[in-house]
């Protein structure tokens, strides 16, 4: 199947820092890819879709500010949390699709642990 | 907002045994995909099954499908200790092209 990376795998920063989570498809071309949060025993919730060369998508009650997104070309999302703060530790997961949207399974990265001390 | 829900949230059985987990959602929907969670990581597709389809099998995965009830239910067969994870159902909502999670079923198999 497609593969979808993700890097860094785990990070742990200071309060008030920003950190930049990438998300990359390695074998197809996504126009969209799909940033979901998911805490300790819970489910995936989604927070934002990426479009490539436009404004990302915001859910509703997600910090636009907060988590900058980038899609800058067909194979890279970018998920900055900016100003971190231990509320925001949490496992971040991507998502993308090779086919039209709709058409068929998400491919997910292996998700960024973040820890904010 | 999470569309699904599923149940039971949890479920234990013993190694061989079948395990069934439903999921039920709120809206009229493309798709419907089943994956599967294992603990700390990505996510890995199992099933998609579509609206107009009423029943998918894969190995040893049976997904069915009833948009009248707005639900779906996975039935794993012959169950191993290498199912434990986490499963969730995920609908994309008919008109978006955005998919929703359900709570998500912890299954263990005890060997």
């Known amino acids: 199947g497609a593969v979808v990376s993700q890097h860094p795998s785990w990070v742990i920063c200071k309060s008030g820092t920003s950190v930049k989570i990438e998300c990359r498809s390695l074998d197809f071309q996504a126009t969209t890819m799909f940033w979901y949060r998911q805490f300790p025993k819970q489910s995936l919730m989604l927070m934002a879709t990426s479009n490539e060369g436009s404004k990302a998508t915001y859910e509703q009650g997600v910090e636009k500010d907060k988590f900058l997104i980038n899609h800058a070309s067909l194979t890279l999302s970018t998920l900055t949390v900016t100003s971190a703060h231990p509320e925001d530790s949490s496992f971040y997961i991507c998502?993308?699709?090779?086919?039209?949207?709709?058409?068929?399974?998400?491919?997910f990265g292996e998700g960024s642990r973040l820890t904010v001390l | 907002s999470q569309q699904g829900e599923e149940d039971p949230q949890a479920l234990s059985i013993q190694e061989g045994e079948n395990a069934t987990m439903n999921c039920s959602y709120k809206?009229?929907?493309?798709?419907l995909q089943w994956y599967r969670q294992n603990s700390g990581r990505g996510l890995v597709h199992l099933i998609l099954?579509?609206?107009?389809?009423r029943e998918k099998h894969s190995g040893r995965l049976r997904v069915t499908l009833d948009t009248s009830k707005k639900s779906s239910s996975l039935l794993i067969t012959a169950s191993r200790a290498a199912d434990t994870a986490s499963y969730f159902c995920?609908?994309?909502?008919?008109?978006?092209?955005?998919?929703?999670f359900g709570t998500g079923t912890r299954l263990k198999v005890l060997a």
């Open positions: 809206t009229s929907i493309n798709n």
């Open positions: 998502s993308a699709s090779p086919g039209p949207l709709g058409s068929g399974e998400l491919f």
């Open positions: 995920a609908t994309q909502r008919r008109g978006t092209y955005k998919y929703i």
């Open positions: 099954i579509r609206s107009n389809e």
